[in-house]
């Protein structure tokens, strides 16, 4: 299991989801050996959107990718299905969840099951989690990996 986190570089796009999701998977492709990356919709199997997911290298690979104001993440695993979550810690509250800690736990945990906010929160599946180690000031998230044996 592997996490990267990117801030934005000046340049035209900077920040944006897209100029992120591409420097976002440049560096999974460099650091994985993955030799594809893509997007896969479990739902309407559309590759313009939906779970990421990258091959090649030794083979294929789970992978979790988050973005938010002033950082962007990635996280992949070989042993299973991997979810992350970013947030900037503004002190806003996160209604039910009441905190960004929890919140951004309980969706990492979507994220791994591949249903995103398709899912009920309140019916989260066993799962390893972790708080991501090394963010910068002002930022928290989550870590998680689905629990499948």
Known sequence: MKVVCL??????GSGTRPVERA????????????????RL?????????????ARGGDGATFVSLSYTDGLSVAAWSTSGPIGVD????DGRDAGVYGDLVTWTRAEAILK????????DPADLPPAWTTP???L???YVGHLALLDVG
């Not at 919709?41 to 997911?53: E, N, Q």
């Not at 970013?86 to 810690?89: K, L, T």
């Not at 791994?112 to 899912?119: D, I, N, S, V």
């Open 86 to 89: 970013v947030e900037r810690d």
């Open 23 to 38: 420097r976002l998977e440049a560096e999974l492709l460099r650091a994985s050996g993955a030799t594809s990356i893509g």
């Open 136 to 138: 910068p000031a002002g």
């Open 41 to 53: 919709c479990p739902r309407c199997s559309g590759s313009d959107h939906g779970r990421p997911w």
């Open 132 to 134: 991501l180690p090394d």
């Open 112 to 119: 791994a099951t591949g249903e995103g906010l398709h899912r």
């Open 7 to 12: 801030a934005p570089v000046p340049g035209p």
